[in-house]
């Protein structure tokens, strides 16, 4: 690659070799020679990623520039750096690369070309840098000659460790964007989930402000022969990727989309699924897409015999695999789809209170939309040892940086418009709470979700729950009866009712204080405590 691509972004005086979109195979290969990893028995490469086995979201900062001051939603999540600290170490950062052998890709962000974003990565470790060209969309020869300067330029050093008192960081650790330079920083932390994320957020600022498009923290898949859409939003660990990559329809992407007037599109040309207890009858497309090219970060792979032990949770229960979306046999590429038909919010309730799929109204679909409740899983961030209740704004707050009811009305316009439907699903628990009740069974959950998508929910009996004030459905083809409701299936009523008023009123205790100015009609549409 041409060096002045370095000298224009100020990066100089690099005394190492660079790496320039080398193939998975010589990344494999680079990776293996300087012991960043083994190959497992499939052919994949397992990685180990040290202290940051998930994503460390309070060492996220956006950096306060003039142009984005009035724009971003600051606060606990958005945090503030001044320009004057990321400058100081954004140039220590680029003395540490002077000496470093660096691995160079150059990919695209956006499958629709009206808004794809050129997106430089620059890494030290081959392994991040195999990583990031899996997940990424790859540019062909003809794209790649004529790439040019890219749009935003990504900087993962794992190997650099902040100094909190000098870098004014809260750890060894930081994710940094700046808007203005097109630059993100990412230091001390080598899981790889940080760079993907970064990606992430970066458009979400983009797309709504430059395209008019609508940033989703959601997986989409469509019928292969009506080509209808459906999207699932939902955080880590709710089964974004797992229901989506169903063999029955083809997958458009497993996490990060926009809508836009003419549909859905994919950010991304990879998958990054979670592997702990990943079983070959249940999620077939994902395990067989652990092969050569592929990454897995955390796994526990056997000294001897190089398989992996994806039941063992012992360095992480966020273990991980990435790999390029054409690794599932039905993946839409390139991946675009047209306007939604269905849409399903996914939440993982450790109360075991919340019915298994519910129907939304209009009000109610903006209700959860900007609530997002979901229980954080074991993993998924750092501290996280056991499910934990939150609300996650737009199923996604740590990745979106403008104002909540930039995206939410972005929505509710486009739901308007054209009539989409919309469920919640609990793919938690059932039968009591976390540590009492089940998780519910992946093939039930399945059954209803297909039951959504092929219209068999339309015309069944419903249910109106007045707590959580949703219409639930008393028959699903291939589901018993006796789960539908939730209340039936604890063995003390009484005890349910509690729990049920409980997570209530945490709703609206949550909806209360994050959004007082909400009409009316939306604040309505959510559960209340019964008097």
């Avoid at 109360?351 to 009000?363: A, T, Y």
């Amino acid at each position: 690659m041409d060096k002045n691509i370095f000298e224009q972004l100020g990066i100089r005086d690099l005394n190492g070799k660079i790496y320039d979109n080398l193939s998975p195979a010589r990344l494999v290969e680079e990776a293996l020679s300087r012991k960043e990893g083994i190959l497992t028995d499939t052919g994949a490469l397992a990685v180990t990623t040290g202290k940051y086995t998930g994503r460390s979201p309070k060492d996220k900062f956006i950096v306060d520039t003039e142009d984005v001051h009035d724009k971003i939603a600051w606060g606990n999540v958005n945090v503030a750096m001044p320009e004057s600290d990321y400058l100081a170490l954004r140039d220590r950062i680029f003395r540490y690369l002077q000496s470093k052998d660096l691995y160079v890709f150059r990919g695209f962000a956006g499958a629709d070309k009206k808004y794809t974003r050129k997106f430089m990565v620059i890494n030290e470790l081959a392994s991040q840098n195999l990583f990031i060209h899996q997940l990424l969309i790859r540019p062909t020869e003809e794209e790649l000659a004529d790439y040019g300067m890219p749009d935003f330029t990504i900087i993962a050093v794992p190997g650099f460790k902040c100094d909190p008192q000098r870098d004014h960081t809260r750890s060894e650790a930081a994710i940094i964007v700046n808007f203005k330079e097109k630059f993100v920083l990412i230091a001390g932390s080598q899981y790889s989930g940080e760079i993907k994320k970064s990606v992430f957020s970066v458009m979400n600022y983009l797309m709504p402000v430059e395209e008019n498009v609508l940033p989703m923290h959601c997986s989409a898949n469509m019928d292969p022969e009506t080509e209808e859409t459906a999207v699932f939003f939902g955080l880590s660990g709710t089964g974004k990727t797992t229901l989506s990559a169903d063999p029955s329809r083809k997958l458009i992407g497993d996490d990060e989309h926009g809508w836009s007037d003419d549909g859905v599109f994919n950010f991304e040309g990879g998958c990054y699924a979670k592997c702990i207890n990943l079983d070959p009858k249940g999620e077939p497309e994902i395990y067989n897409a652990i092969k050569f090219g592929s990454e897995c970060e955390n796994v526990v792979v056997d000294e001897e015999t190089r398989v992996p032990d994806y039941f063992d949770g012992s360095i992480t229960e966020n273990t991980r695999v990435g790999y390029p979306i054409d690794y599932i046999d039905n993946a839409q590429i390139p991946g675009k789809g047209g306007i939604p038909k269905v849409i399903i919010f996914l939440t993982a309730d450790a109360f075991g209170v919340l019915p298994p799929i519910s129907r939304l109204d209009e009000n109610a679909a903006m209700y959860h939309f900007v609530t997002g409740f979901t229980s954080k899983l074991a993993g998924t961030e750092r501290g996280i040892q056991e499910p934990q209740p939150t609300f996650s704004t737009l199923f996604g707050e740590p990745f979106m940086p403008l104002d909540p009811s930039v995206y939410a009305s972005m929505l509710g316009e486009r739901v308007e418009k054209y009539n989409t439907k919309v469920y919640l699903v609990n793919t938690g628990w059932t039968g009591g709470p976390y540590g009492v009740g089940n998780r519910m069974k992946l093939a039930y959950t399945r059954a209803m979700v297909t039951a959504a998508l092929n219209g068999s929910l339309e015309d069944v009996e419903y249910k109106h729950d007045d707590v959580f004030n949703v219409d639930i459905p008393q028959s699903c083809p291939q589901v018993p009866e006796n789960i539908m409701n939730p209340r039936d299936t604890w063995e003390d009523g009484a005890e349910y009712d509690a729990a049920a008023r409980k997570l209530a009123a945490m709703f609206e205790e949550n909806f209360a204080k994050k959004y007082p100015d909400m009409p009316e009609a939306i604040r309505n549409a959510g559960p209340h405590t019964m008097k």
